[in-house]
């Protein structure tokens, strides 16, 4: 078991932070730099990835909100809530393990920059 959630580990690390896909890189670049920059001592680290997989979340919605052309006939407000139900849909068919995935992923990366700050901070 243990194996099987750091491959998801990996692989999420590598579908995020590692792909050629750079407006998501810097909208999980953004949200992990956002979150270790508001953060003040590591007993932080859980509510800041939370809020890092949040600003995330919400990146990759408005980028493909203003992404994608309108339809015919289709209203803002009316795409936007469309954009909101499919980004929900997807959000409620990834499985726990992959939600696992991504928090344990943005943690690391939260904690090696908060490590950074720290230590450049002493001197």
Do not use: C
């Given at each position: 078991?243990?194996?099987?959630?750091?491959?998801?580990?990996?692989?999420?690390?590598?579908?995020?932070?590692?792909?050629?896909?750079?407006?998501?890189?810097?909208?999980?670049?953004?949200?992990?730099?956002?979150?270790?920059?508001?953060?003040?001592r590591g007993g932080q680290?859980?509510?800041?990835?939370?809020?890092?997989?949040?600003?995330?979340?919400?990146?990759?919605?408005?980028?493909?909100?203003?992404?994608?052309?309108?339809?015919?006939?289709?209203?803002?407000?009316?795409?936007?809530?469309?954009?909101?139900?499919?980004?929900?849909?997807?959000?409620?068919?990834?499985?726990?393990?992959?939600?696992?995935?991504?928090?344990?992923?943005?943690?690391?990366?939260?904690?090696?920059?908060?490590?950074?700050?720290?230590?450049?901070?002493?001197?």
């Amino acid at each position: 078991m243990l194996s099987q959630i750091l491959a998801d580990v990996k692989g999420t690390i590598q579908a995020t932070f590692l792909t050629g896909d750079w407006v998501g890189l810097v909208i999980a670049f953004g949200a992990v730099l956002i979150a270790s920059l508001l953060m003040r001592r590591g007993g932080q680290v859980g509510s800041m990835t939370l809020l890092a997989l949040v600003l995330f979340a919400l990146g990759g919605v408005l980028r493909n909100f203003f992404k994608a052309a309108p339809a015919e006939g289709q209203t803002q407000s009316g795409r936007a809530a469309s954009q909101i139900s499919h980004s929900w849909d997807q959000f409620m068919g990834l499985p726990a393990s992959q939600l696992l995935a991504y928090f344990i992923a943005f943690m690391i990366f939260i904690l090696i920059l908060f490590g950074l700050r720290s230590v450049f901070n002493r001197g």
